[in-house]
């Protein structure tokens, strides 16, 4: 059973382009969370989604990023109009169906976007 | 989810146990206690969490003081390997669906 996979490991992007993220969470798990790591920082909590629902967004910016978890494929970090302030290593973590006593998330390796 | 206070740093002989202390005073009733790890620049990884009785796995023991107000997580016989930084995260835990609030942790150094 493979592990939650996030590609690409590396984006290098100029400011102002968009930055596309994907994450194709472990097989049969219709959660995903997605965390940023800026550089010498801890993880923080951006937003977490089910299958065709963003059910917690309160730890996203405002403006220019965005989520997605379609029906069918991976899910989607966005980053338009990227600044170098968006150089961090984001990372993308998994979990099952609801089931009481666990509640485990299984993480990714991460992608790690560098903005010149 | 309850704040939970960890020592910025700790270290540990190599074959050593390796004990890691958390507080988390303010935890409720059905808030569990789970410890993660991060190795440089890795993606977190699991590594075991309880509620009120002690827990051990293949890669460490969790124990939970009586009243539930700390915890202490035990690497029986630390290795290299094991140089991380360590969290602890205080959460309600009964269903999946929610997310975890990662802290400052605690770097834990292991030494030849």
């Known amino acids: 059973n493979a592990g939650v996979m996030q590609n690409p490991r590396h984006l290098v992007r100029r400011r102002g382009q968009e930055a596309r993220l994907r994450c194709s969470p472990m097989?049969?798990?219709?959660?995903v969370y997605w965390y940023r790591q800026l550089p010498e920082e801890g993880l923080k909590f951006m937003v977490y989604?089910?299958?065709?629902?963003?059910?917690?967004e309160s730890g996203m910016p405002k403006e220019r990023f965005s989520a997605e978890f379609p029906k069918e494929g991976p899910s989607i970090l966005r980053i338009q109009q990227v600044v170098r302030g968006d150089s961090a290593a984001y990372f993308c973590a998994s979990s099952p169906p609801v089931r009481r006593g666990t509640g485990e998330l299984f993480f990714g390796e991460g992608s790690r976007l560098t903005v010149l | 989810d309850a704040k939970t206070t960890q020592p910025p740093s700790m270290d540990c002989a190599e074959g050593r146990a390796a004990n890691l202390p958390c507080n988390h005073s303010t935890i409720s009733g059905n808030e569990y206690v789970y410890w993660y790890r991060q190795i440089h620049s890795q993606g977190p990884q699991y590594i075991i969490h309880g509620l009120k009785n002690n827990e051990t796995n293949e890669m460490a023991s969790l124990i939970i003081t009586e009243d539930r107000k700390s915890s202490t997580l035990i690497l029986p016989h630390a290795t290299l390997r094991d140089t991380a930084v360590y969290y602890c995260i205080v959460r309600v835990a009964e269903t999946s669906g929610s997310r975890l609030t990662f802290g400052e942790g605690t770097q834990l150094t292991v030494n030849p």
């Open positions: 989604l089910q299958k065709e629902n963003i059910i917690d």
């Open positions: 097989k049969g798990h219709s959660h």
